[in-house]
């Protein structure tokens, strides 16, 4: 299996050949490093929550152009999907679903404090290994995970806390997301800390470039 970043918090899973694209938001093609058409044909999509940096409609539209895909997503995203003429399919806080080869495990986990009002987030656990949190510090009902996908940055986000939920979960890996907001000086300052705080406690800490692949077992 492996995974690749394309920006923030947008990752590719692969497969036996088959592919599943998460979060493609605005924010990966905001600065024309990379477009849909780049992402190539996937297998499945899905979606965490309906802020724009991570549900972007016009990207969903080229990239299903490519190759007609489920959009798995929970039922206040996919409300906006339908609105899109888009097909899509529910999948529920405490469900697991087989989509595409995966094996998808979906859990509540709350957005994090903003000044405005926050939308559902989900959590989800692929092939019982890679989780993908979202916006969320606090996912309901896993204990542990070998790979956590860990937002670092945002206007909810404090890193310290962020640290502190990986330790929580105690991963092998983690890859460092939600950072497209950050300079690149700033972003290897971020980087280094992370680091730091997170191989004193024996976790391995992966940040992934624009198409950097990461193979795991």
Not at 42 to 62: I, R
Not at 176 to 189: G, N, S, V
Request: net charge negative.
């Amino acid at each position: 299996m492996t995974i690749r970043k394309y920006l923030h918090s947008c990752l590719g899973i692969e497969q036996n050949g088959k592919r599943l694209l998460v979060d493609p938001g605005q924010f990966c093609f905001i600065e024309n490093k990379i477009t849909p058409e780049d992402i190539g044909p996937v297998d499945a999509l899905l979606l965490t929550h309906k802020h724009g940096d991570h549900y972007y409609p016009e990207a969903l539209k080229k990239i299903l152009a490519q190759k007609q895909a489920p959009i798995i997503a929970h039922p206040e995203i996919g409300e906006l999907i339908a609105e899109e003429g888009l097909e899509w399919q529910k999948i529920q806080p405490g469900e697991t679903k087989e989509i595409a080869g995966f094996h998808v495990a979906s859990f509540e986990a709350p957005h994090e404090r903003l000044p405005v009002p926050c939308p559902h987030n989900s959590a989800y656990r692929i092939n019982g290994s890679i989780l993908l949190p979202g916006d969320s510090y606090g996912v309901i009902g896993v204990e542990h995970c070998d790979i956590l996908a860990l937002p670092v940055a945002g206007p909810w986000s404090q890193l310290a806390h962020g640290i502190d939920f990986a330790k929580l979960l105690k991963p092998r890996i983690v890859i460092p997301i939600h950072d497209a907001i950050i300079k690149d000086f700033m972003l290897e300052r971020i980087y280094d800390m992370c680091r730091v705080a997170l191989e004193g406690s024996g976790i391995d800490f992966q940040p992934l470039g624009l198409g950097d692949i990461l193979e795991v077992e």
